[in-house]
């Protein structure tokens, strides 16, 4: 087997992709029973957008934590779904407003470890805890998050916007470790100040504010790889990876196989035209953020990732959804 069937073979198995193979059946239901489900930015995207009167929109996002996260790490489950959630937001080139928690556990030392760390993360990223439920006796532990955000309506980025001979740029903190929680967690905020991390977040701000993107994403627990799955195939497109740059660009003590299925605190994916890329990337280096060209849109319908001389195809969307369906 090649070492690049070995990575294709690595990632169809690995739990933060192919947890989201449900998603597709999901959505859909979702789209065609709820009511008013077919509204456009808001199933599959990061954060839901809901129109006003004014010329902002409200984002709204959730996500939750694994319960194997919050019975053995609970202060990193608690601070994580802060993070998660403000990520989401500044993806959608929006400012967090507000977030809620709901909280479940039966162990007082754990229910109050996740309480500590969302308070710290509601300090970390700025975002002030208004709404919570909490159940101290419940058979389950877990923590689930919801963010309000706000974007000026022609700010707002979308999954959904990538366009043939975009360029994918992959844009995150050089300064890090590997998480103490997650071993497939790439720790950019939790040894910084409040002020840096949120120098960096901001990024996305500026990017949008000037209209260099097509499209946005955070960097989730799918990994790089299944974060350009979802963009891709959410904007109904396809494209090519180069795991060679990749490589050459991931921090020196991750290895390939680790950086392609890490969740990156201050990551995010974007695409855009080939004519902005030196735009984009003094703009990610005035927030102390790197900037790489790791790929390229096109009207393939597939995600394929190259390596040296090989190259093979991961995700094939013209056969049906795989990750995201298409969005409006």
């Known amino acids: 087997m090649t070492e690049l069937k070995e990575i294709i073979h690595l990632l169809h198995t690995f739990d933060g ?10 959505l859909r239901k979702l789209r065609e029973q709820s009511y008013n489900g077919n509204t456009p930015h808001s199933l599959g995207e990061d954060s839901a957008a809901i129109g006003t009167d004014s010329d902002e929109v409200i984002l709204l996002t959730t996500d939750s934590i694994v319960e194997e996260l919050c019975l053995n790490h609970p202060f ?8 998660a959630n403000t990520m989401d937001i500044y993806a959608a080139g929006g400012r967090p407003t507000s977030f809620a928690v709901a909280l479940s556990y039966s162990d007082q030392k754990i229910g109050d470890a996740i309480l500590e760390g969302l308070i ?4 970390r990223f700025q975002v002030p805890i208004v709404r919570g439920h909490t159940n101290p006796s419940s058979s389950s532990t877990y923590v689930v998050g919801s963010a309000t ?3 000026k309506r022609n700010h707002m980025l979308t999954a959904g916007g990538a366009e043939d001979d975009d360029v994918l740029i992959l844009l995150f903190d050089s300064i890090g470790k590997r998480g103490s929680s997650y071993p497939l967690g790439w720790d950019t905020v939790t040894h910084k100040d409040s002020e840096s991390v949120i120098l960096r977040f901001t990024t996305m701000l500026d990017l949008a504010e000037k209209g260099l993107l097509h499209a946005s994403k ?3 627990v799918a990994g790089l790889v299944g974060t350009a799955g979802m963009l ?5 497109k396809g494209g090519t990876i180069d795991l060679d740059v990749v490589n050459a660009s991931c921090p020196p003590s991750i290895p390939l196989t680790d950086w392609i299925r890490m969740f990156i605190s201050s990551g995010f994916l974007v695409s855009a035209s080939r004519e902005e890329l030196d735009k984009i990337t003094s703009i990610a280096n005035a927030h102390k953020m790197t900037a790489v060209k790791i790929g390229v849109v096109n009207d ?3 995600l394929s990732l190259r390596l040296g001389t090989d190259e093979m195809v991961l995700f094939d ?6 990750l995201t369906p298409r969005g409006h």
């Open 218 to 220: 955070d960097v989730s």
């Open 232 to 236: 891709v195939e959410y904007s109904w």
């Open 300 to 302: 393939s319908k597939q």
């Open 120 to 123: 710290q993360g509601s300090q």
């Open 76 to 83: 990193s489950a608690g601070f994580n779904v802060v993070l």
């Open 17 to 26: 992709i192919s947890r989201k193979f449900v998603l597709p059946d999901i």
């Open 317 to 322: 969307f013209s056969q049906g959804p795989v």
């Open 149 to 151: 955000g706000t974007v």
